[in-house]
Each structure stands twice: as structure tokens, then as C-alpha cells.
């Protein structure tokens, strides 16, 4: 009712400017003519297409408004702004019709927790940038302390889908490697339309092996991944898998073939392939990969993995060794656990080395566990870390052990936070035992 209020009185200034004489047909600023004929009203507001009713009798596009006019009479108008006329004139109830929708936008734009969504009808892009700003404190126990400043990672990411939500890409650039900046490059398609149950990856991305390596750096509770860790899970590599994660996510299995030479190199070493497998179990929901707990409410979460992965590689001669081949096996386990601030994981890597040529094989195992607990809830939160690799089962005296303490504040989860860890590194085979402290800084946005 406001509304019809305040029309009519706009529309009372507008012809009270007028001549008096309205009935006449002409208003100051507004043309005006009523036609009465064949037991209709004819109203116009356009002199041009009062002109075309007079000579075709033809009135064209208009409103209709039955038993609207004086008398239960039909109301024909150019416009709706002749129809108000006529209304108001005759002191009628005025036409009442729904409000106008606003256009919908062509895009939405959105931005949460560091990451800026453009969605549209046919696509959606996410952009975001994580940068890690590191100071790092060397304390050798041979030589001198050596403090250094270093940007760690600068990365840009675009991911998203297109045509369809089941097509989903990704691409990942890390402007802080000068000389191998590219990092994610794939294409995913969910042929179970949106239960990712069944789903094809092609392109480069994190083959399916190591839960620490397969936990985005950004998402560590220590400054960094344990030391000697890529020993064993490399990360990235080119070529395809198949994956899904059934059952509600409580499974999520994963099988790939890849090239075995790392992120970024396109053309394969041998007629070979490097093998991945990799099956979790989840039985209270996804624990996902991402270390401290932010993700249990009122019961705890839980992942148990196994994996495996193959590959033979050839290399090259070195010293006394010749050139031969290494056929790699490499078998995992791990467990992730989270509960009410607590977080323990635990990973274990058991490889055997068959090489060629008459050079020797070995057997090598690492093992790294951590455990954390958020003083704080989701603010503060301290963490152990104890990691252990022997290079050589065949030899003694010759592992390599690290022990950490990492303190955490969380300004906003993984995507804006603090941290500071000391840790030693002993090497039994050199009988040193070397100090680091790391300060490091991080922001996604």
C-alpha cells in the first residue's frame, strides 16, 4: 500500500503541473488521449501511436486490462504508464502488477578463508596465493651459526570446474622455484556425477603415496615435512590415475601409473612405469589430509592407509659405481588420528633396491610419528616430532634421526598462522649432531 501511495502522488505532481484541463488531452510533459470505441477504452501516452490507432485502428502491443475501466468497461493501454494515467485520472483503483526482479548477475563472487570464488552458470574459479616467509637459524655442531631469511613458497593456485561440475581442474604455480615453477597441471572427471566414487585424473599432481607428502605443505604442523621424507614419497609426477572416495568417504582408493621422473619432466627415462596404490579406511568420517585438529567435533577421527609403489629407473655411472638399473619397491602404512585437540600420526615406509650390473642391492625403512594437542582450542597448539631412516639395513651405526618441538598460533586456521620449531638432526655415520630453529609465516589469500 506504500507503494501505490507514493506512485499516485508522483503522478498527482505530474499532471497538478499541467493544464487544468486534462479531459482535454494534453499534459505538460506527458502526452495524454483517451479513446472510447466498441465498448473498450483506448488509452495512449505516444502521440505516434495515437497517430497509427487513428488511421489503421490498430493498437498493437498493449496492456489489457478487463472490466478495469469506467463502467465495467475493457481497458486497452499503450503502456503501463498510460494505463496509470487513466487510473489516477478517473480516480480508480491503480494497476497493481508484481515488482520487477532484478536482473540476476551474470557471476557471483565470493571470498572465504584466503581463497576469491567466481561462479557463473557454466564454471567456477577459485584463485588464491600462499606465500611462507622463513627465518632459519643454522646450529651445526661443526662450524658456525648461520641465520638466513628465505621466502620457502610464494604460490599461486586456479582450480575449479567447467560445462559440467563433474569436469574439474587445477593448476598450481610456486613463483618461488625460479626454475621450476610449475606444480599442478591436471584434469579430473567424476564418471559417478558427483558421489566421487569413480573419478579419472590426467596431468601432473601428487601421486597417491605418503600422507605427509599428499598434506599440502601449507596444511604442516611443523615449519616443514620431516627431514629425509622425500627419500621415500617425491610427490609430484606426470600421467593418469583412477580414484574414488565410496561408501560416504569412508574408503578412499586410489591407483596410478606415472612416468617416475618427477614434476616437470615429459618424456619418460626407460619403457617402464612407476606404479602407485593407495587405500584408506575412515570409518568415523574424512580425516582429511591436513595435520592438528580442527576438523572432530564430538567424535574422534580416524584414517588407517596402505600403500605401495613401483618403479624401475636407470642411472647413470658415478665414481666407481657403473651404470645400472634400480627396480624399487616401496611399501607404507600410516595412521592419522584427531579428537578434541589431540592429533597423533604415525608413518612407516619399508623399501627394497634391486639393481643391475653387478651392483649391489639394499633394503632401506624411515619411520616418522607426531603428536600434537591445541592448548589453545584452534589457536595455540605444540607438537612433537621423532623421525628415524636407516639407509642401509645391511649396515649399523649408520641411521639418521630427527627430534622436533613445534609451537603453532592460528589466526585463522592453516590459512593465517605462526610458527616456530627447533629440531636436531643426528647422523650416527658422521657422529654429528646439528641444531636448527625456524621461524616461518604464513598467509593464504
Same mark, same amino acid.
Given at each position: 500500500?506504500?507503494?501505490?501511495?507514493?506512485?499516485?502522488?508522483?503522478?498527482?505532481?505530474?499532471?497538478?503541473?499541467?493544464?487544468?484541463?486534462?479531459?482535454?488531452?494534453?499534459?505538460?510533459?506527458?502526452?495524454?488521449?483517451?479513446?472510447? +470505441?466498441?465498448?473498450?477504452?483506448?488509452?495512449?501516452?505516444?502521440?505516434?501511436?495515437?497517430?497509427?490507432?487513428?488511421?489503421?485502428?490498430?493498437?498493437?502491443?498493449?496492456?489489457?486490462?478487463?472490466?478495469?475501466?469506467?463502467?465495467?468497461?475493457?481497458?486497452?493501454?499503450?503502456?503501463?504508464?498510460?494505463?496509470?494515467?487513466?487510473?489516477? +485520472?478517473?480516480?480508480?483503483?491503480?494497476?497493481?502488477?508484481?515488482?520487477?526482479?532484478?536482473?540476476?548477475?551474470?557471476?557471483?563472487?565470493?571470498?572465504?578463508?584466503?581463497?576469491?570464488?567466481?561462479?557463473?552458470?557454466?564454471?567456477? #574459479?577459485?584463485?588464491?596465493?600462499?606465500?611462507?616467509?622463513?627465518?632459519?637459524?643454522?646450529?651445526?655442531?661443526?662450524?658456525?651459526?648461520?641465520?638466513?631469511?628465505?621466502?620457502?613458497?610464494?604460490?599461486?593456485?586456479?582450480?575449479?570446474?567447467?560445462?559440467?561440475?563433474?569436469?574439474?581442474?587445477?593448476?598450481?604455480?610456486?613463483?618461488?622455484?625460479?626454475?621450476?615453477?610449475?606444480?599442478?597441471?591436471?584434469?579430473?572427471?567424476?564418471?559417478?556425477?558427483?558421489?566421487?566414487?569413480?573419478?579419472?585424473?590426467?596431468?601432473?599432481?601428487?601421486?597417491?603415496?605418503?600422507?605427509?607428502?599428499?598434506?599440502?605443505?601449507?596444511?604442516?604442523?611443523?615449519?616443514?615435512?620431516?627431514?629425509?621424507?622425500?627419500?621415500?614419497?617425491?610427490?609430484?609426477?606426470?600421467?593418469?590415475?583412477?580414484?574414488?572416495?565410496?561408501?560416504?568417504?569412508?574408503?578412499?582408493?586410489?591407483?596410478?601409473?606415472?612416468?617416475?621422473?618427477?614434476?616437470?619432466?615429459?618424456?619418460?627415462?626407460?619403457?617402464?612405469?612407476?606404479?602407485?596404490?593407495?587405500?584408506?579406511?575412515?570409518?568415523?568420517?574424512?580425516?582429511?589430509?591436513?595435520?592438528?585438529?580442527?576438523?572432530?567435533?564430538?567424535?574422534?577421527?580416524?584414517?588407517?592407509?596402505?600403500?605401495?609403489?613401483?618403479?624401475?629407473?636407470?642411472?647413470?655411472?658415478?665414481?666407481?659405481?657403473?651404470?645400472?638399473?634400480?627396480?624399487?619397491?616401496?611399501?607404507?602404512?600410516?595412521?592419522?588420528?584427531?579428537?578434541?585437540?589431540?592429533?597423533?600420526?604415525?608413518?612407516?615406509?619399508?623399501?627394497?633396491?634391486?639393481?643391475?650390473?653387478?651392483?649391489?642391492?639394499?633394503?632401506?625403512?624411515? #619411520?616418522?610419528?607426531?603428536?600434537?594437542?591445541?592448548?589453545?582450542? +584452534?589457536?595455540?597448539?605444540?607438537?612433537?616430532?621423532?623421525?628415524?631412516?636407516?639407509?642401509?639395513?645391511?649396515?649399523?651405526?649408520?641411521?639418521?634421526?630427527?627430534?622436533?618441538?613445534?609451537?603453532?598460533?592460528?589466526?585463522?586456521?592453516?590459512?593465517?598462522?605462526?610458527?616456530?620449531?627447533?629440531?636436531?638432526?643426528?647422523?650416527?655415520?658422521?657422529?654429528?649432531?646439528?641444531?636448527?630453529?625456524?621461524?616461518?609465516?604464513?598467509?593464504?589469500?
Amino acid at each position: 500500500m506504500r507503494k501505490l501511495f507514493v506512485f499516485r502522488a508522483v503522478l498527482a505532481v505530474a499532471l497538478l503541473v499541467g493544464l487544468a484541463g486534462a479531459a482535454s488531452g494534453q499534459v505538460t510533459g506527458l502526452y495524454y488521449k483517451e479513446v472510447e +470505441k466498441d465498448g473498450r477504452v483506448y488509452v495512449f501516452n505516444t502521440p505516434e501511436r495515437y497517430q497509427s490507432f487513428t488511421a489503421g485502428g490498430e493498437m498493437g502491443t498493449a496492456v489489457t486490462l478487463i472490466g478495469q475501466a469506467e463502467g465495467g468497461k475493457t481497458l486497452v493501454a499503450e503502456n503501463e504508464t498510460a494505463a496509470d494515467l487513466y487510473l489516477f +485520472k478517473h480516480n480508480l483503483p491503480a494497476y497493481e502488477r508484481p515488482t520487477p526482479k532484478p536482473p540476476t548477475p551474470a557471476f557471483d563472487v565470493s571470498w572465504k578463508d584466503g581463497k576469491t570464488s567466481i561462479k557463473s552458470k557454466s564454471a567456477e #574459479l577459485t584463485i588464491s596465493n600462499r606465500g611462507q616467509l622463513r627465518f632459519t637459524e643454522e646450529m651445526p655442531e661443526v662450524g658456525k651459526d648461520v641465520g638466513s631469511f628465505r621466502v620457502r613458497r610464494f604460490k599461486t593456485k586456479f582450480e575449479g570446474w567447467a560445462y559440467t561440475k563433474d569436469l574439474t581442474y587445477e593448476l598450481q604455480m610456486n613463483w618461488a622455484d625460479t626454475t621450476n615453477a610449475l606444480e599442478d597441471a591436471n584434469i579430473n572427471y567424476d564418471f559417478s556425477h558427483g558421489k566421487k566414487a569413480f573419478q579419472l585424473k590426467a596431468g601432473q599432481f601428487k601421486v597417491p603415496f605418503g600422507r605427509q607428502e599428499l598434506t599440502s605443505s601449507g596444511s604442516q604442523q611443523f615449519v616443514d615435512r620431516a627431514t629425509d621424507y622425500g627419500r621415500f614419497a617425491r610427490g609430484r609426477d606426470i600421467g593418469v590415475q583412477l580414484w574414488g572416495q565410496p561408501a560416504g568417504g569412508k574408503l578412499d582408493w586410489r591407483v596410478g601409473i606415472f612416468n617416475g621422473n618427477g614434476r616437470n619432466v615429459t618424456r619418460n627415462d626407460n619403457d617402464k612405469f612407476q606404479l602407485n596404490a593407495r587405500l584408506t579406511y575412515q570409518p568415523f568420517g574424512d580425516t582429511k589430509y591436513s595435520e592438528g585438529d580442527f576438523e572432530s567435533a564430538d567424535k574422534p577421527l580416524l584414517a588407517v592407509s596402505l600403500e605401495y609403489e613401483s618403479n624401475e629407473r636407470p642411472v647413470a655411472a658415478a665414481g666407481s659405481t657403473p651404470a645400472h638399473s634400480v627396480d624399487r619397491e616401496i611399501v607404507g602404512e600410516d595412521v592419522s588420528f584427531k579428537y578434541k585437540g589431540l592429533s597423533i600420526f604415525v608413518e612407516h615406509f619399508d623399501a627394497t633396491n634391486d639393481r643391475s650390473n653387478g651392483v649391489s642391492d639394499f633394503d632401506e625403512e624411515y #619411520l616418522i610419528g607426531q603428536v600434537g594437542y591445541f592448548v589453545v582450542p +584452534k589457536t595455540f597448539e605444540v607438537a612433537l616430532r621423532f623421525a628415524t631412516l636407516d639407509p642401509n639395513k645391511d649396515k649399523s651405526n649408520d641411521d639418521r634421526e630427527e627430534r622436533g618441538l613445534v609451537l603453532g598460533y592460528f589466526f585463522n586456521k592453516h590459512a593465517h598462522k605462526l610458527q616456530a620449531d627447533y629440531r636436531q638432526i643426528e647422523d650416527k655415520s658422521t657422529k654429528r649432531t646439528d641444531d636448527e630453529i625456524r621461524i616461518q609465516y604464513q598467509i593464504i589469500f
